[in-house]
């Protein structure tokens, strides 16, 4: 923990091996805590933790919630809909006014990419001792969610070392619409830094040829990728050879608000091609999970059976390894705070 370096997270494309290392061990440490008698701990007393959410959510700001509370945090949720946005506030004075209340930790989701990112810049030109942390933002990064996907992962391959380690040379192929999913790009950079190959596949629509290439050169204003040995991405079109030798599936809602026209001719054509059904899933070659962040469309891109279907399914997984995971971001962020 002592080679934890950031006082945002913004995307996982700064993260190195240690840094999932570190996240995952406190998760799994975080993961019981709600079993204890007291079920919290007193890690962050007295800091202010504010959930900012102009994008609807369920399980993300609950859990944010969640997890502030089971470390003993002050929570304040803000909801653009009850906001003074109905009477015209920018949302850079609204963001601004959380900050002066003296916002700690910085929960944000905003449509617009890199909102975070340029909130991040202003704290700290501004000395500003909040930390942003970054819940969704377009379709640009959502590092929370990649790293309970990498927990949910890592446990299912060894649920009594739940290390990224267990991702090495594991394909795991990602279905679905690509293109707009902040959560496949954070699940891109984590697994890929975890050593696993990933497949991705989709009509070229929602999967653009560049996607191959993604984790090759790091983002504008990162010189070097803090990965050495990053796990290899491939494209496959056809959902057969996609699944072939699959150790876990990924599958994504198709991000309607984000198209910027119909993308797709019809919705059955694209279920048949590329739903998760358990009929799809033989082309496995053997029993693997499926994961999906939620929310769910249910008869696109996953069947309504297997959704239902928790031996297969780590759906539920996914929501309860939120929280802990949630409260390892927290608790690392919380750490380089004056009053602790
Ligand atoms: C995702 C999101 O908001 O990016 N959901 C989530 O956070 N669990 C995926 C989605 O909206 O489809």
């Not at 060894?158 to 679905?176: A, Q």
Request: glycine share 6%.
């Amino acid at each position: 923990m002592n080679n934890w370096k950031h006082n945002h997270i913004l995307d996982l494309s700064t993260f190195s091996f240690e840094d999932y290392k570190t996240v995952l061990e406190l998760t799994e440490r975080f993961k019981d805590v709600h079993k204890s008698s007291s079920r919290k701990l007193p890690a962050l007393q007295g800091l202010l933790i504010t959930n900012l959410f102009f994008e609807p959510s369920t399980r993300t700001r609950s859990s944010f919630e969640i997890a502030a509370k089971r470390l003993s945090a002050d929570v304040q949720n803000f909801s653009a809909s009850t906001s003074s946005l109905s009477k015209g506030e920018t949302p850079l004075d609204t963001i601004l006014t959380y900050i002066s209340m003296g916002a700690d930790i910085l929960v944000i989701r905003h449509e617009s990419t890199n909102v975070p990112t340029e909130l991040a810049n202003y704290v700290d030109s501004n000395k500003i001792n909040t930390s942003i942390l970054n819940a969704g933002d377009g379709f640009h990064s959502h590092p929370s969610q990649g790293l309970l996907d990498l927990f949910t992962l890592a446990a299912y391959f060894n649920p009594d070392n739940p290390s990224p380690d267990n991702l090495l040379n594991k394909k795991i192929t990602i279905v679905g619409d690509i293109l707009h999913s902040r959560v496949a790009r954070s699940n891109l950079w984590a697994l890929t830094g975890c050593g696993a190959n990933i497949t991705l596949c989709g009509p070229k629509s929602l999967l653009p040829n560049e996607f191959g290439d993604f984790v090759l050169s790091p983002p504008p204003g990162q010189s070097v990728d803090p990965i050495q040995t990053r796990g290899s991405i491939y494209i496959e079109r056809s959902l057969e050879k996609a699944l072939r030798n699959a150790d876990a599936v990924m599958t994504l809602r198709l991000q309607k608000e984000r198209m910027k026209q119909n993308m797709l001719t019809d919705l059955d054509t694209y279920h048949q091609k590329y739903g998760l059904t358990h009929q799809s899933l033989k082309w496995c070659g053997k029993k693997v999970p499926v994961l999906h962040p939620g929310p769910v469309n249910r008869g696109i891109e996953i069947s309504s059976q297997l959704v239902e279907d928790n031996s297969i399914n780590l759906i539920s997984n996914q929501v309860e390894n939120g929280i802990p995971t949630r409260m390892a971001l927290l608790y690392l962020l919380g750490l380089n705070k004056k009053s602790l």
